[in-house]
């Protein structure tokens, strides 16, 4: 599905909104600067005075009126079985095997059953032999050691984790706002 970025009035994400949002947003002129060249052409109706169709070009970036009230810095994004393997690309935490999404379990550091938080600093995608052999230990009980460590990703890569068909122009402005160490950049190069 098409899926537009929207931005505030400073360029910080907003959300991805289909075509039917983005054009009520164009229609109202809550649209102050695009990026991008025109991805879709909505379709109005027939005018009687000119007899010509009305029509809306859409960007894939828009910004409209507004700024966000968020700190970037304070976001907190929404975890998501989906968001956790992108984030970790696919890659068991234990044993470095790729995994299918559907295979891959979302695994507490920490047990849950001692304290361990649903956090993003305390899961990371398992396999299911690592997930059951580590049980309900941390990783040192278990001699299971981390490959990687867990973070809390960026508004922006949280834009990134949350897309699904992210075009060319949408990815280039995200990535340009990654932080330097984000573990996106290297599945981008």
């Known amino acids: 599905m ?3 970025l929207k931005l505030d009035a400073g360029g910080i994400p907003q959300g991805w909104v289909n075509p039917e949002e983005a054009t009520k947003q164009y229609a109202d002129s809550s649209v102050l600067w695009t ?3 025109p991805i879709f052409k909505m379709r109005g109706g027939i005018s009687r005075a000119t007899g010509k169709q009305s029509f809306i070009e859409l960007h894939s970036i828009i910004a409209v009126k507004g700024s966000a009230k968020i700190n970037l ?3 907190v994004p929404v ?3 989906h968001k956790l393997y992108k984030r970790d690309r696919g890659l068991c935490a234990y044993c470095g095997d790729a995994i299918h999404e559907n295979h891959a379990e979302a695994e507490h550091i920490i047990p849950n059953s001692r304290g361990g938080q649903y956090s993003w600093m305390n899961l990371v ?3 299911r032999p690592c997930n059951q052999r580590k049980g ?3 990783p040192e009980q278990a001699g299971m050691g981390l490959l990687y460590t867990p973070y809390l990703p960026s508004l922006y890569e949280d834009m990134i984790l949350k897309g699904r068909n992210i075009l060319a122009d ?3 402005f995200l990535a340009a706002n990654l932080p330097k160490t984000s573990r996106l950049l290297e ?3």
């Open 136 to 138: 309900n230990r941390t």
């Open 125 to 127: 995608i398992s396999c």
């Open 73 to 75: 810095f304070d976001v």
């Open 79 to 81: 975890i998501t079985k």
């Open 187 to 189: 599945g981008l190069s």
């Open 170 to 172: 949408q990815m280039d």
């Open 35 to 37: 990026l991008g060249d």
């Open 2 to 4: 098409l899926s537009i």
